[in-house]
């Protein structure tokens, strides 16, 4: 049945001049994040300023501090709207610099993330953790893009796919 419907509608916003992946890879990357269960759902996906992350951050998280990507489910799961996605994109620049991994491969990782978010994992107890890790990692792979939770943990960049 999920074969008929539209696959995810992905809609990509900025209120900040920052470099971001185009749409149609943002759009890939939720796609195979989200699968079957995204078909005939949309993704709103806002990047947005260090300053409004942080103001979001602090009002549902209580965490004063910008943030890589915050994920808001839709209120009426039955609706069309899966949810939003609120990325940073100084904060991916940053942590990509720090990690010594390719910018573009961030983006992925915190958009697969999110979308897992959205989809019901979490990562606030150790095993919801290596469960949400193990299937982005699987996710990311499929992509072309490498663990980037082994990458984080060596501190050294991985050697370059293609």
């Known amino acids: 049945?999920?074969?008929?419907?539209?696959?995810?509608?992905?809609?990509?916003?900025?209120?900040?001049?920052?470099?971001?992946?185009?749409?149609?890879?943002?759009?890939?990357?939720?796609?195979?994040?989200?699968g079957a269960r995204g078909r005939g759902h949309e993704l709103a996906v806002h990047v947005v300023s260090r300053r409004q992350s942080q103001a979001l951050n602090r009002q549902f998280r209580s965490k004063d501090q910008p943030?890589?990507?915050?994920?808001?489910?839709?209120?009426?799961?039955?609706?069309?709207?899966l949810g939003d996605l609120v990325v940073c994109a100084a904060?991916?620049?940053?942590?990509a610099n720090e990690q010594r991994k390719p910018l573009l491969d961030h983006w992925?990782?915190?958009v697969v993330h999110g979308c897992l978010h959205l989809?019901?994992?979490?990562?606030e107890r150790p095993t919801e953790a290596r469960r949400m890790?193990?299937?982005?990692?699987?996710?990311?792979?499929?992509?072309?893009?490498?663990?980037?939770?082994?990458q984080q943990a060596s501190g050294k960049p991985k050697?370059?796919?293609?």
């Not at 904060?91 to 942590?95: A, D, Q």
């Not at 193990?134 to 893009?145: D, M, P, T």
Request: hydrophobic share 45%.
């Open 119 to 123: 989809l019901g994992l979490d990562h």
């Open 108 to 110: 992925a990782h915190m």
């Open 1 to 34: 049945m999920s074969e008929s419907l539209p696959p995810l509608q992905v809609d990509l916003s900025q209120s900040v001049r920052a470099w971001m992946p185009p749409k149609r890879a943002v759009t890939r990357w939720a796609r195979v994040a989200c």
């Open 133 to 150: 890790e193990r299937r982005e990692v699987a996710i990311l792979s499929g992509l072309g893009v490498a663990d980037p939770y082994l």
């Open 159 to 162: 050697a370059k796919r293609r």
């Open 67 to 81: 943030t890589n990507v915050l994920s808001f489910g839709s209120p009426a799961p039955s609706g069309a709207l």
């Open 91 to 95: 904060v991916l620049r940053k942590e």
